[in-house]
């Protein structure tokens, strides 16, 4: 019962973070979160970088999906240095893939792409583990880890989509040029995003246009197999959680595409409806070609104590910093402040 429980109190949680960016996020102010003077022109205006929500919420999501690693690693008696060395890993080669992807697939060195990312990781988490394992010595359960790893990247794509919507990028198609039943269907329920620097508006130019909610429908849809994958994990069922989780997020990702109205790529069948349909089939043969072992028995309460501790606090807030810094600062948007005294306040 506890475990139902702690999974119901966390879906809550997440829902009602959801519904907030679903309602604020479409609006001009949220995309811009400050702006930091950098160098003053010959007309004594300066040029600022930019700071985004997007670089927050996407800097958040993966905190969560961390932070979902480690107590689902914990629950099945992985150290923690065993997990920061998963972590480390995965993320030192997933985080800069989530630009070369883009560059390789759309030829725009500004551009990211979650999707690349995740297939970067699903292809190497095996590798990581095994390697753990044999050189370092480490007592990693495979299948328990690829499943808590899929498990989370849920949560962490899911919680994404926020920063999506705040750029106002990955957006859907308009209503008035969709499927009727389309129609229908997001009839009271859809995105108008405003403002001119959103995505939407400059690539598209369809700010203002009612559009499909696809990050919102993603967002859901990934957060509420990331809750039944977790269950299921938490109730030793990993073979199942990794494959609910997996196929959820890659079968969804391969056809939402179909939805989305920004530009994907040459082709009518996009890379990244490509690379989901393979991750999914590599997941599985993987699952597949793993010899039969004992597997342990997940305790919440042995996860829940794994999050306690001082060292693994800053690990996690040096991370998001690091994050944040990174998908953070703007190399699409530019900014002039001018600086002045309010003299009635002298």
């Not at 070369?100 to 190497?124: H, Q, R």
């Not at 949560?155 to 499927?179: N, V």
């Not at 920004?262 to 999914?280: E, F, H, K, M």
Request: glycine share 10%; with cysteine; hydrophobic share 55%.
């Amino acid at each position: 019962m506890l475990t139902e429980l702690f999974v119901l109190g966390l879906g809550v949680v997440l829902v009602t973070y959801l519904a907030w960016g679903f309602r604020r996020l479409p609006r001009e102010e949220w995309q811009i979160l400050a702006t930091l003077p950098t160098r003053r022109d010959a007309n004594g205006q300066w040029h600022g970088l930019n700071l985004t929500y997007y670089g927050l919420l996407s800097s958040t999501a993966q905190l969560v999906s961390v932070i979902l690693i480690f107590l689902l690693f914990g629950a099945v008696g992985v150290t923690r240095i065993e997990t920061v060395l998963m972590v480390v890993a995965v993320m030192g080669v997933c985080v800069p893939a989530s630009k070369i992807v883009a560059l390789l697939v759309e030829k725009k060195s500004a551009v990211l792409t979650v999707g690349g990312a995740a297939f970067v990781g699903i292809l190497l988490a095996p590798w990581v583990t095994y390697f753990g394992n044999t050189l370092l010595g480490a007592h990693i359960p495979v299948v328990p880890s690829l499943a808590a790893m899929s498990v989370a990247y849920a949560f962490g794509e899911g919680l994404g989509r926020l920063a999506c919507i705040s750029f106002g990028c990955c957006y859907g198609k308009p209503l008035a040029q969709s499927h009727a039943f389309v129609q229908w269907l997001f009839r009271r329920w859809h995105f108008v995003f405003h403002g001119s620097t959103k995505k939407i508006a400059y690539a598209s130019n369809l700010a203002g246009e009612k559009v499909v909610p696809i990050q919102a429908v993603t967002a859901l849809l990934y957060t509420g197999a990331g809750l039944a994958g977790m269950l299921l994990y938490l109730h030793s069922a990993y073979s199942a959680a990794l494959l609910l989780t997996l196929g959820v997020t890659q079968l969804w990702r391969a056809f939402s595409e179909t939805l989305r109205a920004d530009w994907r790529g040459a082709g009518r069948v996009s890379a990244y409806q490509v690379l989901a349909l393979v991750s999914l089939i590599y997941g599985a043969l993987v699952l597949w070609l793993l010899p039969n072992a004992t597997l342990p028995t997940a305790s919440l309460k042995t996860g829940l104590d794994a999050l306690w501790h001082p060292g693994l606090v800053l690990f996690l807030l040096g991370l998001w910093v690091v994050t944040f810094l990174y998908y953070g600062r703007s190399l699409v948007i530019g900014s002039r402040l001018s600086l002045y005294v309010c003299h009635d306040r002298i």
